[in-house]
């Protein structure tokens, strides 16, 4: 059974730092891309982030460039999310997303993590 | 960018009857050289994340029931759910995946009338 798990959500300050993981099962990690999709409170979803199963790809959206970086260890099964300079319009649930192997965009979806920047 | 819109923003359909879901994209999404629309839909209900419910604009994944459709192609689609029931209250997303970044649409809610 493929599973998507996500952590490293909490509280932080704008200008903070936060990382988070997802943790994935089920499936041959190392073949898969992956994504980071997030939904602020009560809003749509917005994707920001793409990683080639090799990581020789990797895309972002315009909002979080320069301040996210994206990366996983597939000896680990992992996905990571390294987010600095947090503004508080990053305030959202963070899911991690797989595409399928067509490719289609995002067949398997985590649980999501809270990320709130506030002082 | 791609720009997707989707209409209505929401709608309230009787148990048993048709909910039709439009999605418009800003320019085509069909990829001249394997003649598929890059357009999926998906379905959230409250608390979950989103579950693939659509791909190629009109392909079922695997276990979702055949109520639920995709049409459409170029820039202009349609959901349709023909017999809503109980558990198809949520909200509903097309996106499309031709070019990144990969943009949604801004949702429609489904209730029940």
């Known amino acids: 059974e493929v599973q998507l798990v996500e952590s490293g959500g909490g509280l932080v300050q704008p200008g903070g730092s936060l990382r988070l993981s997802c943790a994935a099962s089920g499936f041959t990690f190392n073949t898969y891309n992956m994504n980071w999709v997030r939904q602020a409170p009560g809003k749509g979803l917005e994707w920001i982030a793409y990683?080639?199963?090799?990581?020789?790809?990797?895309y972002y959206a315009d909002s979080v460039k320069g301040r996210f970086t994206i990366s996983r260890d597939n000896a680990k099964n992992s996905l990571y999310l390294q987010m600095n300079s947090l503004r508080a319009e990053d305030t959202a649930v963070y899911y991690c997303?797989?595409?399928?192997?067509?490719?289609?965009?995002?067949?398997?979806w985590g649980q999501g993590t809270l990320v709130t920047v506030s002082s | 960018d791609i720009v997707m819109t989707q209409s209505p923003d929401s709608l309230a359909v009787s148990l048993g009857e048709r909910a039709t879901i439009n999605c418009k994209s800003s320019?085509?999404?069909?990829?001249?050289?394997?003649?598929?629309?890059?357009l999926t839909w998906y379905q959230q209900k409250p608390g979950q994340p989103p579950k693939l419910l659509i791909y190629w604009a009109s392909t079922r994944e695997s276990g979702v029931p055949d109520r639920f459709s995709g049409s459409g192609s170029g820039t202009d689609f349609t959901l349709t759910i023909s017999s809503l029931q109980a558990e198809d209250v949520a909200v509903y997303y097309c996106q499309q995946y031709y070019t990144t970044p990969r943009t949604f649409g801004p949702g429609t809610k489904v209730d029940i009338k």
């Open positions: 320019q085509s999404v069909l990829y001249s050289s394997d003649n598929k629309n890059y």
């Open positions: 990683i080639g199963g090799s990581s020789s790809a990797i």
């Open positions: 997303a797989r595409d399928s192997l067509d490719p289609v965009p995002y067949d398997y």
